[in-house]
C-alpha cells in the first residue's frame, strides 16, 4: 500500500507562509484525487483542500484564497502553500489519498506571535 510522509510544517507568525510537502511511496496518478486534511488541539479532522487527478482544486471555505494544493505527478509529491497564515490555521495537517488511505503522522503548524 501506498505511504504517505508530510513535512514542512513549522511554527511561523500571522501572516506568514509555509509550504507543506506530502511525499508518496508510490504513484498518485493512480488516485481520483489528493487532499489535505488538518486536526486541530481537540476537534475532528477536517477537508482543507483536494486536487483531481486532471488538476481541478476545491478548498474549505477558511481557506479559500489564501491556501493553494498543487501536484507533481512524476515527484508522486503533493503541496500545500499556505500563505496570510491566521492563528486558526494551528493543526497538524495530513495529506491522504482519496477515498482515504492509511492516515500518516503529519506535519505540525503552529501560528503564533
Known amino acids: 500500500q501506498v505511504q504517505l510522509v508530510e513535512s514542512g510544517g513549522d511554527l511561523v507568525q500571522p501572516g506568514g507562509s509555509l509550504r507543506l510537502s506530502c511525499a508518496a511511496s508510490g504513484s498518485i496518478f493512480n488516485f481520483n484525487a489528493m487532499g489535505w486534511y488538518r486536526q486541530a488541539s481537540g476537534k475532528q479532522r477536517e477537508w482543507v483542500a483536494s486536487i483531481t487527478r486532471r488538476g481541478g482544486t476545491s478548498y474549505v471555505d477558511s481557506v479559500k484564497g489564501r491556501f493553494t494544493i498543487s501536484r507533481d505527478n512524476a515527484k508522486n509529491t503533493v503541496y500545500l502553500q499556505m500563505n496570510s497564515l491566521k492563528p486558526e490555521d494551528t493543526a497538524v495537517y495530513y495529506c491522504?489519498?482519496?477515498?482515504?488511505?492509511?492516515w500518516g503522522q503529519g506535519t505540525q503548524v503552529t501560528v503564533s506571535s
Open positions: 491522504n489519498a482519496i477515498p482515504n488511505l492509511a
